[in-house]
C-alpha cells in the first residue's frame, strides 16, 4: 500500500489523531465527553504519544495522559476491525499500571485506568455508541473496584440513548472526515477546535518531517515482522541457511516481502523455496 501523503491525513489515521490529541485542551474534553466525568486539567505525555519505542512494541501513536487525580488514561483510534481489541486493552492496562507504580510502593496508590478505543466499526455489534467493560464478581454481580475500565466508542453506532449529542457528533465526525471537513458554520465547538488544530498541525514542517521518520519506522517494522514469519515457516520445514537469510534481510519491497510469505507456507524443500522466490 502506498504511504498516504502528509496534507491527506485525517483525524481517522493514528498520526494525526495523536497529533491533535497532544493538545491539553482537546484531550481533556474528548476525555470528558467519552466518559462523562469532569475533568480539570490533563498531562499528555509526549514522550510516549507519536514516538518509538522498542520495549513497547515499536512505534506508538496512541495517547497517554493524566489528569489533576493521578487517574491514567490510553486513547487509541482503531479504523480496521481486530478481534482481539479486549487483550490489547488488558495490555495496555498493564502498561499504565508499571508505569504509574514505583519500586516498592503500595498496590493502594495504584491509580483508576481508563483504555479508551474509538473504534470504526461496532465491537460488539450491539449498536451502541459507546460501551463500557468492567470487572465485576460474578456470585454477587457487582463491580469490583480495581479501577480498571475500558470503553469502546463505535462510530457506527446507531442506538441513541445514554450519550451526549456533542459525543455523537464528534464520532460521526470521525466516521465521515475521510471524505470531507465540515464547515464551520455546521460544526460545534470541539470540532472546530480539533479542525483549527488539524490545520495548525498541516502547516507545521517539523510535523510533516516526523510523521515521514515515524512512518518509515513503521514500514520497517513490518517488514521485519514478515520476515520474521518467513524465518518461522521455513524452519518448520528444513533449515534454513544464513546467506539465505541475509539475502532475504536487505529486500525492501512490501510485495515482494508477501510473495515469500506465501512460497513459504507452500514450499516443501529449501530448493523448492529458492526456486519461486
Not at 508499571?98 to 450491539?126: H, K, Q, R, W
Not at 459525543?167 to 464547515?183: A, D, H, Q
Request: include cysteine; proline fraction near 3%; glycine fraction near 4%.
Amino acid at each position: 500500500m502506498e504511504k498516504k501523503k502528509f496534507k491527506d491525513l485525517t483525524i481517522r489515521d493514528a498520526f494525526l489523531f495523536a497529533a491533535v490529541m497532544t493538545d491539553r485542551e482537546i484531550c481533556r474534553k474528548l476525555l470528558e465527553l467519552s466518559l462523562e466525568i469532569t475533568i480539570a486539567s490533563v498531562q499528555v505525555q509526549t514522550e510516549k504519544t507519536m514516538a518509538y519505542h522498542s520495549e513497547y512494541h515499536g512505534v506508538r501513536l496512541d495517547v497517554y495522559a493524566a489528569d489533576e487525580k493521578h487517574t491514567r488514561y490510553n486513547v487509541e483510534m482503531q479504523v480496521v476491525r481486530q478481534d482481539y481489541l479486549p487483550k490489547r486493552s488488558r495490555y495496555y492496562h498493564a502498561q499504565l499500571d508499571m508505569d504509574a507504580l514505583l519500586a516498592g510502593e503500595s498496590y493502594e496508590n495504584l491509580p483508576d485506568t481508563y483504555v479508551i478505543f474509538i473504534c470504526d466499526f461496532d465491537p460488539f455489534g450491539e449498536g451502541f455508541y459507546r460501551y463500557y467493560t468492567r470487572t465485576y464478581c460474578e456470585e454477587t454481580g457487582k463491580a469490583v473496584t480495581d479501577g480498571v475500565v475500558t470503553v469502546y466508542l463505535n462510530t457506527r453506532g446507531e442506538k441513541e440513548e445514554g450519550i451526549s449529542s456533542e459525543l455523537m457528533e464528534f464520532l460521526n465526525y470521525v466516521k465521515n472526515s475521510g471524505r470531507k471537513t465540515i464547515p464551520e458554520e455546521e460544526a460545534n465547538s470541539f470540532i472546530k477546535l480539533v479542525q483549527r488544530h488539524i490545520e495548525k498541525i498541516k502547516s507545521s514542517r517539523a510535523m510533516e518531517e516526523r510523521y515521514m521518520l515515524l512512518e518509515e519506522m513503521l514500514q520497517k517494522e513490518k517488514q521485519e515482522g514478515i520476515l520474521e514469519s518467513i524465518f518461522t515457516i521455513l524452519e518448520s520445514k528444513f533449515p534454513v541457511p544464513e546467506d539465505l537469510k541475509s539475502q532475504m534481510k536487505i529486500e525492501k519491497n512490501p510485495q515482494k516481502l508477501k510473495s515469500w510469505l506465501l512460497t513459504a507456507t507452500k514450499a516443501t524443500t529449501l530448493e523448492d523455496f529458492r526456486a519461486h522466490m
